[in-house]
């Protein structure tokens, strides 16, 4: 994308931006907005170190001219992902900055868990921010005033912009450009990355798509839990479960809420849209025959169960996550792995 190329860019001059070099940098969500922010751009790295060392995953070292003051230019600050161990905190010399750049206007975006060093500087305090689902959890637990979302791909909070993991990256990246360029922008930019320049869905049908198996004390649900999984097609009643169980109906979903975490008709839910998924992705079954089989009723449940959990349709789901059998036998797997 030629610097010139746009009449209508909203300042003269190319926008500046400055990327976070970290300690233990995440090479791939580094790389990211230096591809995508290579033409159109006025792109720099910072470090709390400049001139010096930084580490990255494989043995790798990695310098940055600059110090942080690079941010106090800057029009759009980058922070990428980093390995965010118990013990780490962020430079509060890069907190100081990334504070100031925000106060006097400038766009801070974070990718993956570089949500956590945006958060350590008090910038998602009261806000919604996204950051790979594996951390979300943990995110919460740090900093409790931040409004965790772990299915969104990116949130766009007007000054402040966060993104899940890895190719989640790419999307904010592309959704920067289209802000700043427009969607003729972002597409040239998809084009030469060969990446789709807008994706369907949200993060959570990357998730493990079964909820792990529920741990009662003693025998406790199990059996009961085990019995419904074979039976997901019919349609159950929390009465059957509670009489299955051996307990009237109220007595049975207390019990539930307190050891499964949730009711059980939402686990039911959860526990087939878990098996609709498998299907999509091992098989070739017709999408009312999924929806037959995991108990959504139609096809039209289908969509709907799919639409609402996971922000996308079943057929974008199973064109994404279907592995052909021929790509199983090419790598020695019999039969693709069943979800557990």
């Not at 999307?171 to 994706?199: K, T």
């Amino acid at each position: 994308m030629a610097k010139d190329k746009y009449a209508d860019d909203k300042q003269a001059g190319p926008i500046r931006v400055v990327v976070a070099l970290l300690e233990k940098a995440s090479l791939f969500e580094l790389s990211v907005p230096c591809a995508v922010f290579d033409e159109g751009y006025e792109l720099t790295l910072c470090s709390t170190t400049p001139g010096g060392i930084q580490r990255a995953p494989g043995g790798l070292s990695l310098t940055a001219e600059r110090g942080v003051d690079a941010l106090r230019e800057a029009d759009l600050v980058v922070v990428p992902a980093c390995v965010m161990g118990d013990a780490y905190e962020p430079p509060e010399e890069l907190l100081d900055e990334l504070r100031a750049a925000h106060a006097r206007g400038a766009r801070v975006a974070s990718l993956c868990s570089g949500a956590f060093v945006l958060a350590a500087a008090g910038l998602l305090d009261g806000r919604e921010a996204a950051t790979h689902w594996m951390y979300a959890d943990e995110l919460r637990r740090r900093h409790p005033r931040v409004r965790v979302n772990e299915r969104a791909l990116y949130i766009d909070d007007g000054s402040i912009l966060t993104s899940a993991g890895t190719a989640a990256a790419i999307d904010l990246c592309l959704h920067i450009v289209r802000h700043d360029y427009g969607s003729a922008g972002a597409a040239e930019v998809g084009r030469r990355m060969v990446v789709a320049p807008h994706r369907e869905g949200d993060q959570s049908q990357y998730a493990p798509a079964r909820t792990p198996r529920v741990q009662t004390s003693g025998q406790g649900l199990a059996p009961v839990l085990d019995w419904a999984l074979e039976r997901l097609q019919q349609p159950l009643t929390v009465g059957e479960l509670a009489a299955r169980a051996g307990m009237s109906t109220r007595t049975f979903e207390r019990y539930f809420a307190r050891e499964v975490g949730t009711t059980p008709l939402r686990w039911l839910n959860q526990q087939r849209l878990a098996r609709a998924r498998e299907l999509l992705e091992t098989t070739d079954l017709p999408v009312d025959t999924v929806a037959q089989r995991s108990g959504l009723g139609s096809g039209d449940g289908l969509r709907q169960h799919f639409h609402r959990a996971l922000g996308t349709t079943p057929a974008a789901y199973r064109r994404a996550f279907r592995v052909p059998h021929s790509h199983g036998e090419k790598y020695g797997i019999a039969q693709p792995p069943a979800f557990h």
